[in-house]
């Protein structure tokens, strides 16, 4: 039996994650791109099954709690995985833990494309700069807006296009023969080590070396303390406490 | 009698020159809480959508901008220079850094203004500049672990036993309530930051509290950036070698020596490659994916 997606279905979740992964739906697409809840659910509506499509992203949400991108950088895209993984799951009538299997590694490869988009962007710099320049409000602002999200649609439409509707089956036994191998290996230490570059990148631009040692002590509370599972709000709680002291007494050793 | 023609003259002739300096670059209209309310949704509504390594948030930032500046500036030259001033490198977290800023921004911006318009001594761009960039890192190290870390996962986890019964509300639900709450509070911190930003500006030009400020936040920034660290960077090794039948675990080794030293090192090599070369991130990135790929080609990680 050979099931594919039609060509509207297809179409319609490739807008989809355009619409999200160009964050032209505005700042709150954060959670439609570091979970995959909403993605699951329009690719449900989509596909006229809409309970399974729920039962199967939520075991992909569980892989993917607590993800978050310090500085910009996301280790994987929880939105791109989902739309693969959930039509190749709802087809081939598999368990939420073989949709996993799938998910992980499109993932994956799913956060170079966003990387690539932020070098595609690299272009609209030239427009907005020369708009800028003339004071001119509305070019400047399709340079911004309008530039980018182009960029956006015309990179990850066709490719999630060609992805879901020529390539399901062929993901499907992609996955399967890569997931073992050197390959996933490679792509899931990337995926592990990339978290440091967007660290770094805030520690630079915050720019103080002498409040350095603040970021080695919750390094080393967060490592010798991991067992505990300390939530992140008593670190927020930690840090705005030590925050408070280290005001307070520089700011007496001033005055006297 | 000629004399003091000639001097009404003069008078005229000066009351002539104040004239026309008033109209080369006229007031500014007055901000309100709507003009607050455009550059807010400006900002949220651009955030992530023109994000390069070259200048990161920086466009979106400018784009929130764009209406309260026009109000601001109606002299064209210093409206241009307003939108390249905002197109420099910015980077930081959308609702605790961007609203603050955005408010902090306007306020600073509106006493430039109106110094200019009036001919008095104007907050200069560097010290708009400084502002900005010494406050986005700290509030953007305070705000990715709240916003997306804390307050996003709360809702999931809240709602995803809808979702796993096969209901779409646990997929509605999360999304609603982080849209809302990020939205709401976003706004409130630009309202704050424009409050703040007023008293900020007097306080930077007297170089008072807010330098205390801004290291307190450099600390939470920090220190959040430790935690997320610690919990996120996933290195660890997979060496394993032989000596004299007897099997040597590396990351067994490491763990003996000090836990958690992998990741630590690429995060201080990449922040020793910035401090060396500068914020290059394009290029950080390139190197720091070779060397992972290279490493765990051979399963040395």
Redesign the interface.
Known sequence: MHVTLSIWQALLIALWVALVESRILGFSTLTMRFSPLMTGMMVGFIMGDIKQAMIVTAAIQLVYMGFVAPGGALPAEPCIATAIAVPVALLGHMSPQGAIAIAVPVGLLGSYLYQFRFFLNTFALKPMDKYAKEGNARGLGFAIMGIPTLISFALFIPLMFIALYFGAPVISGLVANIEHGTLIHVLNSVGGGLAALGIAVIMQVIGKKQLLPFFFLAYFMSVAFAKLDISMTIYAIFGAIFAILYVTFTSKKSTN | MSEEVAANNVDVAENEDVQAEEHRIPQPDKITNKDLMKSWFGW?????????????LA??F??GL?PTL?KLYKD??E??KA??RH?LFF?TQ??WGGGTLTGVTISLEEARAKALANGEEPISEDMINNTK?GL???L???G???????V??IF??IF?PF??????M???L??LC??IA??TY?YYFTKMGYSLGRAAAKEIMTGG?MA??I?????????????????????QSYLKFTISKKVFDVQDILNTIL??IL??F??LM??W???KKG?K??R??VY??IA??V???F?V?
């Open positions: 949220w509504w651009a955030n992530e959508v023109p994000h390069t390594f070259d200048r990161m466009p979106a400018c784009f764009i026009k064209k030259t409206l241009a939108f390249q197109l980077n959308a609702t960039v986005m890192g700290p953007a190290g305070i990715d672990s709240i916003d997306s870390g804390t996003q996962y999931i986890a995803l979702a796993q019964k096969g209901n779409f646990g997929a509605l999360p999304f982080f849209a990020t939205f976003g509290r205390g400020i290291d307190g936040l450099g600390v939470l920034g920090l220190y959040m950036m430790g935690i997320l660290a610690g919990q996120y960077i996933k290195i836990p958690g990741p630590l690429a995060v990449l922040y490659y910035f401090q914020l991130i394009t950080g990135l720091l994916t992972l790929v490493l765990s080609i399963y990680i």
